[in-house]
């Protein structure tokens, strides 16, 4: 099958142009002005609108259960990612208690199969700590799977690692070419603080944000950092959400390590002040919305390249899943729905707000997940020989966002009546659209397990 998109502008990482795009066999065959379709192909005029490189969401949440609350599974993530021009997801495979990371990885690829929109890669979660986890860590790097994602929280459904066994996730990663991300918090500050304000009775929305200072992220992301420094390793940071984290990872990279850190729009775009509203607990998510200070702290290390990727932290609740306990914050599932608002949020604040320019949110959302995760050059950029993940884009386009348009498993938006301009009309995954002039037209049979060879590719600040 072939297909020509003409007359859009290509924005890449690097550059933007006016130039046509044909695919051919899923993968991009030409790029230039003026191209000739050939016999047969299928045309799509993309006059006046972007030619986007598919957007790569590497934190995303699919069907995590959370006090018996089960979030949105691998259909209604992939539709929603589609809409908002999301054309692979990175979500994790979890093992059970006493199960092995490579089951735990099947299960998931089985699980996922016949139900995505888009591809998807997995992260293997090293939770079940023994002395088999440094075979299994080659293990998952020979199989595809070379990210792996560790706890500093959590003890108490079993995600955390104690120090040792982190440090010995970083020296095996480190040696065998994977790459270790970490969720930073430092559990005991946080369990004191929870004891103290149960204690008084404080369990609202934004007595769990209270529970969280940031000293508790800084703290954390500094011991890993030094740790992931002493063992010669790569580390990936998840969702950094304050100002010290940044300044820590800043003083890591003057040091030489290898570090990468990202951040979610919702910690760009949301504030505390949420979770003191009567729906405050649709807001609650860990780490917790912080105060603007910190927003400013991270649009600078976007913008001085020491966070290197924004991605959601997808995790998709319902209004009533996360209205059922609001009054104890220790039972509301947490997390927040983006993986279909991921673009068109970063475009109308970040680029359109004057935070970022356009190639730097391609780097972010696209070329630089792929190359740190192991999917670049195949996915992330537009060039001859990657599969056509595509996005147009149509950066006029008013829209006002509310769930039905974004088409996942929720009732609800943390961005519901926001008014923004430009979105995603029309995605293609290998060749296939997905959405095309924001209708379904693609099939839940199409995305396939992505099988990333090695990490770190090509990464590093990229001056801008
Ligand atoms: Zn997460």
Partial sequence: MKTLISGGRLVTE??????????EDGRIARIGAGLTPPDGALVTDASGKLVLPGVIDSHVHVSLEQGGHVSSDFRSTTRAAAFGGVTSILTYATPRKGQLLSEAVEERKVQAEGNCYIDFGLHAALVNWDDRQDDEIVEMIEAGV????????????GLRSTEEQ???????????????EVHCENEWI???????????GRLSPADHAASRPSYVEGEAVGAVLRAAYDAGAPVYIVHVSTAEAVEVID??????LEVYAETCPHFLLLDERKLE????QRYATCPPLRDQEHQGGLWDGLDDGLIQVIATDHC?????????DASDFRRIPMGLPGVGTLLPLM??????GGHMKERDLVDRLCTQPAEIFGLYPRKGNLAVGSDADIVIFDPELPVTITPEILHGHSDYSPYDGLEVTGWPVSTMVRGNWIVKDRELVGSHELGSFIRREHVCQKPGRRET
């Fill in 166 to 180: 982190l440090y010995g996730a970083l020296l095996a990663a480190g040696q065998h070419g994977g790459l270790i």
């Fill in 14 to 23: 690097i550059d933007s142009y006016n130039a046509d795009i044909l695919i």
């Fill in 251 to 256: 003083d890591a990279l003057e040091l030489g």
């Fill in 146 to 157: 070379p990210s792996f994602k560790a706890y500093t929280v959590y003890s108490s459904s």
């Fill in 347 to 352: 475009w109308h604040f970040g680029v359109s």
């Fill in 277 to 280: 509203g009567s729906d405050g």
């Fill in 316 to 324: 998709e609740f319902t209004a009533a899943d996360k209205d059922e």
């Fill in 190 to 200: 946080i369990e004191r603080n929870i004891r103290h304000l149960a204690e008084k």
